[in-house]
């Protein structure tokens, strides 16, 4: 009996052999795979070891993170509440994360390469040193104020957004997107709660969670007038040349008459193209779009930021908060000739015509700025740990020059007349120069229309200092004028306090 | 595999015997060897206080010293009991249950408040009732080493422990659902809130009546065979407890949804019967069973279903844990990620998270363990069960009677394929069938068990290790005359 004995033996070895062979497999080959899996929730036990940075406006924590005695040792917090949701975004423990949280999270996180050199000091001192500071471009008071503003407008408005930026630089100095939602449950380490509140904020059919202000696009109404006048005015129209204007429009080819917002806008044969633009006549804008062709208005457009995919808001190297593109659509009738009555509705704004707010705002800060657009940005700063190094300062850039000079020039005098005795009068700030856009947008045949406002301020000096881009979703009548009165409220506060550069 | 320590002249050669083999009882090694494992599960438990609380608590030697006490005192009734025992087996069993006992307290630390870590008692919790089974489970290893003079008189009790063991296997199939289901397996008895599990207990039961059975069966079993495509095949009347065995294995799995307790006692009936009658084809015919039937098993849950539905639920879990990782797969794919986690090194006694894991103190802990210890430590562990398997077959191999071989070949390779069954189960080897890793995870009955397996074995390595002839007879023979000679089996001698 022993012979068998002794195989028994051998195969208990053999038996062993591969237990140990597959734990080399799991524990040596597959290590890293499963240590880094999506379902280990260990990873995140091991995020919240270590402190996580501050991200600041203004010198204030607008996102923190406080010690805890449960099992993930810090605690986010987010002491703006709604104010700062759609720009810092959340960081939960078991959902995915948005914002400059997402965006910033290495550094935040305190894994970025960047920090090698703290991380390496925390081997020796044994302690976890927290993640880096990223410090933001807003301005704490015009975000009080867009906040404020929008969540109190005077039109009942319950859906909009509304975007600030320092033309010179491209800074954001105030993103509010309404409605907002507050963070501070989506981080809750009890995850049932956490997901719960989510799911609640996903259902809601005014759609809280959307950054209205980067990445929903909405008809801009007669703001894209401002692109149609820019085509004409580098194609041989001047200020003051007349063009056709009227009561009503019909496009060549189609029954729709376009008519003017009400009858005592524009009913004279012909009205100069500043007078079309301070009053906001349609019918003249209609024509002039015809006259150009679609070429050219969609070109323009394009110069202006149009189309582009790639915008991200952010840092200005790479990464950032994610935008959406803005459209002009096609402007073809079904067998691809061009549409006419489509290119009219076009140019006033409507038909398949979709912008963002920030490239509403980009529009009016690269007019306020000489024709030159600056790259928008978020992240100012990036801080180590101990405040003492900085990684990263952000150096503003030129994104594109939609307009010349001059024609930059113009526009911005077509502008202030608007603020000064057309559409825009609420738009104004004493001691400033203030100009804009308003627009008024119909969304479908049964619902309000949508009010716009797009403009900026200038000082005493002719230096822009703030472009602002305001949408009141469905707002009715009196739309733009409320969005063009927040609008100079959110400048005003961006000149007393311009926020980080 | 001999043990180096400091060799403590034994009895047996201090009386002048100049026989070939040197009867050395190394109870000294086995003292030795005990101390370290101690001081190994203190720092472990040191270990785990400093990781976890920050500070190391004046008492975290508490549970250390208790368990060493007892196993002291077990090696104290070994010292006097069975003096020539093999002196491997306890400090390696020591080590396993102290590091078992350390990993559960360890457990309910990470689940207690912060605030209330420092003064968690040496008793509270599940790591402390573990303590507690440990206490009792060697005081019973003790009993039945001084109830159990000499390994053959068991061999007396054969058809009644082989009634007791298909009985206690069967109880909890017949039991109510209310006192024998726990998640999906009926395995229990449940009173109050006491539960035991009678399939640990079986097992040791069932193996003695094997070992009696085939030791007087084996002539029969080997030689009246008819051959069959190149295999001998016994008769069918020998060949009927074979079938029985089976069909009990078979009605486990049917019954308790337990594949890993019919693959056990499946795995020992056909290695006892191999070990018996040294014939290869039994081998064949077990492997073939089993696999037929494990397949047959797969193809009828995935068609009929009904209680073949949860092996095929499992297999299918096996093949794909990631299919669905947070329902079905959720265990497997956390325990997966727990030994991933750990790679190499591990994150160290009390740096990891085994809470995350479902069963981490049951079914799952040597992945709870791995997480924490890294691959160094879990290969430690396993070649720490190696020693103690292989230390059990030694001691069949140089036992002289034929009914002792048996017990313990058949013990020793029941509890390595028990490791091989669950811990082949959590890292995905093979398909995960509830098993408790021995000496390990929390849990009277595996516990008590196991302790009285390692007794047994004790005892066979006493009765293999003890000279044969001089003046050894004043040594500790039971009392009541020679034990009854099992009929038709003869006594072999070792040979080389």
Known sequence: MNAPLRRVGIVVMVLFGLLFANLNWIQAYKADEYRTSDYNGRVQVADYKRKRGNIEAGGTAVATSKETTGK??????YPGGAKYAHVLGYKPVNLADTGIEQV???FLAGTSDQLIGDRFKDMFTGDETGGGNVLLTLSKRAQDVAYDQMRNNQVDAKRGAAIAIDPRTGAVQALVSMPSFDPNPLVSHNTTEAAAEINKLEQNPDGPLKNRALSETLPPGSTFKIVVAAAALENGVTKTTPIPAGSSYTPPTSGTPIRNAVASICPEPQVTLLEAVTES???GFAQLGVRLGADKVKEKARQFGFEQEDLTVGQLGEGGLRTAASRTGDMLNPDGSPDPAALAQSSIGQNNVRMTPLQGAMIAGSIANGGSQMRPYLVRQLLAPDRTTSYYTAK????????????ASDLRDMMVSVV???TGQKAAISGYTVGGKTGTAQSAPDRPDHGWFIGFALDKNGNPVSAVCVVLEQAGSGGSAEAARIGGQIMRAAIADPGGR | MTVAATPAPSPATTG?????????????AELSLLLLAMVLVAAYMATVEANLLDTVTPDFWMPAAALGAVFLGLHLVIRFLAPFADPALLPAVALLNGLGVGFLRRIDLGEAAPVDREDLATFAGIGGRQLAWTLAAVILAAGLLAIMRDHRSVSRYAYTLGLAGIVLVMLPAVLPR?????????LWIRVGGFSLQPGEFAKLALLVFFAYYLVRKREVLSLASRRFLGIDFPRGRDL??????WLISLLVLVFEKDLGTSLLYFGMFVVTLYIATERVSWLLIGLLLFFGGAYLAYVLGSTVGGPFANFYLRAEIWLDPFADPTDKGYQLVQGLLALGTGGLFGAGPGGGQPDILPEVQNDFIFAGIGEEIGLFGLSALLVVYLLIVERGLRAALAVRDSFGKLLAGGLAFTLGLQVFVIVGGISKLIPLTGQTTPFLSAGGSSLMANWLLIAVLLRVSDGARRPVTGSSGKASRPSGGPPEQLHGAPTEVIKP
Do not use: H, M, W, Y
Not at chain 1, 72 to 77: D, M
Not at chain 2, 240 to 245: D, F, I, Q, T
């Open chain 1, 281 to 283: 006549c349609n019918t």
């Open chain 1, 396 to 407: 503003p850039r030129e994104l594109r020059q939609p307009v010349s000079g001059q024609t």
């Open chain 2, 16 to 28: 002048g015997e100049s026989g070939v083999r040197l009867a050395r009882s190394r109870r000294n």
């Open chain 1, 72 to 77: 993930l040792k810090f605690q986010r917090s």
């Open chain 1, 420 to 422: 000064q005795k057309g």
């Open chain 2, 240 to 245: 009927g407890p074979v079938v029985v065995v």
């Open chain 2, 178 to 186: 209310s006192i024998s289901e726990i998640n999906g397996a009926k």
């Open chain 1, 104 to 106: 910033e999270n290495d």
